[in-house]
């Protein structure tokens, strides 16, 4: 292996953070490589929950499907928790399809790097990351194989998508806002010998709670939440007998298991980076974020770095991108990290078991059913009040476009689909100004501009939608668009217009 391999970025971990990271750089043409340690995927009782802003994400790639057609205003709507309280419902627009999907964190971890293989990107498994060196022109990134040598590599910038646990962040000395853990949970995958007699889902109790997913007939998943304090030893393996032990004296009763298949140990600790950036060095996921996982937020708000991130580093290696674009990843996606943080450590404060918190729960119990508290709480938990609003502007810059059933040059289409390609679109309407197109076609070789039609009746004539599916420029509210205004937007996002994309060379 040659040292002197140079990428466009190289990407540190290949969960699914880093697999959908690398996925979408090679959508986009960006020479990419993932260094992981794993030689493959590992099949763990992990996250599989994906949150309703994560599911429009992914259905905009074609990765998802939509609920096409109707009403934007119509919503699904799916029955979930807060702090383990049950009565929250998660809702979205229907045409968004459903709110939230199932899928194991190992299984999407196949499907990205299946996807980022097959868009060119080179995978390197079996590479711990032990060196990184920075320096005005590029990154240097040293990785230790199972044989004890070395490799290295160089790229334009390298993300650390590393876990928790990141070596990119350490090496690169990103220091973080942080707050001890003071709760002890466990997590095992066993078979239940009394499955009958198990409690399902979340069970409160004055020791703790227990929150068990039965399956009669296969292994179960069991978690338990002792608030007497934290692990005396974080990384000690968990035993059968601990975790039977646990979650009988937590639930007041006998829970007998065995053939336990995965265990393990953590904690509330949280961690906060204070820059997701530090030049040419970046993260995303658990790198950059660690919380309670209450609510399934985790992956999701990692997925968000992904899609927010790769289309921003991606025009900055092409030379296609508005002056300080790769800084708005964390001036966006920080408050993100920020928002999941103080959430969790709410709803663990209302999780935590005595009779002087029974009157809050009690109370929030019945703040769940209103509609207007449901529907708060429901689009924080899954990220649908996630906006990124930068400078004034009409009121719909920076929101996530709903997925508008439209039509283009005759033929059904959606919002969705449009953004399928990963590039950013300008959507002109019938009403718009046609020397939009003109103006919006200097940018050609980086935006793509769609003529549409929708049956709804819109407040804008013109829109320019970024890549991970939010507004990023419409006229101001009441006012049509103009060649100025959206020259403007233009050149904030991307730069000095560079023309059409060159023709390929004849064969």
């Not at 140079?6 to 697999?19: E, F, K, L, N, S």
């Not at 205003?73 to 998660?90: E, K, N, Q, S």
């Not at 950013?424 to 939009?436: E, G, K, T």
């Not at 935006?447 to 804008?460: E, G, I, N, S």
Request: charge should be neutral.
């Amino acid at each position: 292996m040659s040292p002197t391999q140079h990428y466009g970025v190289a990407v540190v971990g290949g969960g699914p953070v880093g697999m959908l990271l690398a996925a979408e750089l090679g959508l986009r043409g960006v020479r990419t490589v993932v260094l992981e340690r794993h030689t493959r995927t590992v099949d763990q009782p992990k996250a599989g929950t994906l949150h309703a802003r994560t599911v429009q994400s992914l259905a905009r790639r074609g990765l998802l499907p939509t609920g096409r057609g109707g009403a934007p205003d119509r919503a699904a709507t799916t029955p979930f928790h807060f702090a383990g309280l049950p009565g929250l419902t998660i809702s979205a627009p229907a045409v968004e399809g459903r709110p939230i999907a199932g899928r194991s964190q190992a299984d999407l971890e196949r499907d990205f790097e299946r996807r980022a293989r097959e868009l060119g990107v080179e995978i390197r498994r079996g590479h711990e990351v032990v060196g990184l060196a920075q320096d005005p022109d590029r990154v240097e990134v040293t990785a230790r194989l199972g044989d004890g040598r070395h490799a290295t590599v160089t790229a334009d910038y390298a993300v650390g998508a590393d876990g928790a646990r990141s070596a990119v962040r350490a090496l690169a000395g990103i220091a973080s806002d942080e707050h001890p853990p003071r709760v002890a949970a466990l997590l095992g995958q066993v078979r239940l010998l009394d499955p009958a007699g198990t409690p399902p889902g979340w069970n409160l109790t004055p020791r703790g709670w227990t929150v068990v997913n039965v399956n009669p007939f296969g292994h179960s998943r069991v978690i338990t939440f002792d608030f007497d304090g934290p692990h005396p030893d974080r990384h000690a393996p968990v035993t059968l007998d601990e975790l039977r032990s646990t979650a009988s004296r937590i639930a007041g009763h006998d829970i007998p298991m065995d053939d336990a298949v995965f265990t393990s140990r953590f904690s509330d600790f949280a961690r906060l980076a204070r820059r997701y950036r530090d030049g040419r060095v970046l993260l995303a996921g658990d790198a950059a974020h660690v919380h309670f996982p209450v609510g399934g937020q985790g992956l999701n708000l990692g997925l968000q770095d992904a899609f927010n991130l790769a289309w921003k580093l991606a025009l900055v290696v092409r030379g296609e991108a508005g002056k300080g674009l790769l800084d708005t990843y964390h001036d966006e996606r920080r408050p993100a990290g920020r928002r999941v943080v103080d959430n969790t450590r709410a709803q663990l404060a209302l999780m935590r078991p005595g009779d002087d918190m029974a009157p809050l729960r009690a109370l929030f119990t019945e703040l769940l059913g209103l509609d207007q508290v449901s529907a708060h709480l429901g689009d924080m938990i899954s990220a649908q009040e996630t906006a990124y609003r930068a400078a004034p502007g009409s009121p719909w810059q920076g929101r996530f476009l709903p997925n508008l059933a439209l039509e283009a040059e005759g033929e059904e289409t959606c919002v969705a689909a449009l953004l399928h390609t990963g590039r950013p679109v300008v959507l002109l309407f019938p009403d718009a100004d046609p020397r939009l197109a003109g103006t919006a076609g200097a940018w050609s070789r980086t935006v793509d501009v769609v003529r549409v039609r929708c049956a709804h009746r819109l407040p804008w004539d013109a829109l320019l939608l970024r890549p991970d599916g939010y507004v990023a420029w419409t006229p101001l509210q009441g006012r049509r668009a103009t060649p100025q205004d959206l020259r403007g937007a233009l050149r904030q996002w991307f730069g000095e217009p560079r023309g059409p994309a060159p023709l390929p060379a004849a064969g």
